[in-house]
């Protein structure tokens, strides 16, 4: 079955960096696009980056633009989000994504806090 299981979460100061993993299990993970997506208290949850399976192409949200960054390793089956100059607005819990065979899978999610 597909699992998808994130990591990497934790309280962080604003300015700071955190990678988040996300490990995939229960299907062809290079086929597949993959995405990161964040839920802040009160809010709905909104896309945060994606990277498509052929080419490797990325999309970021305007907010997180020249700071944050996916990645794939198609080799671990793992994609990544790398957090640089983490501000409190970041704060959120972060999904890791699968859309496969029209199927959308979701993980638990990782939380992270960005507090002085």
């Known amino acids: 079955q597909v699992q998808l299981v994130e990591s990497g979460g934790g309280l962080v100061q604003p300015g700071g960096s955190l990678r988040l993993s996300c490990a995939a299990s229960?299907?062809?993970?290079?086929?597949?696009?993959m995405s990161w997506y964040r839920q802040a208290p009160g809010k709905e949850r909104e896309l945060v980056a994606a990277i498509m399976s052929a080419g490797g192409r990325t999309n970021y949200a305007d907010s997180v633009k020249g700071r944050f960054t996916i990645s794939r390793d198609n080799a671990r089956d793992t994609v990544y989000l790398q957090m640089n100059s983490l501000k409190p607005e970041d704060t959120a819990v972060y999904s890791c994504?699968?859309?496969?065979?029209?199927?959308?899978?979701w993980g638990k999610g990782t939380l992270v806090t960005v507090s002085s």
């Open positions: 994504n699968a859309h496969w065979n029209g199927m959308s899978y």
């Open positions: 229960g299907f062809t993970f290079s086929m597949t696009d």
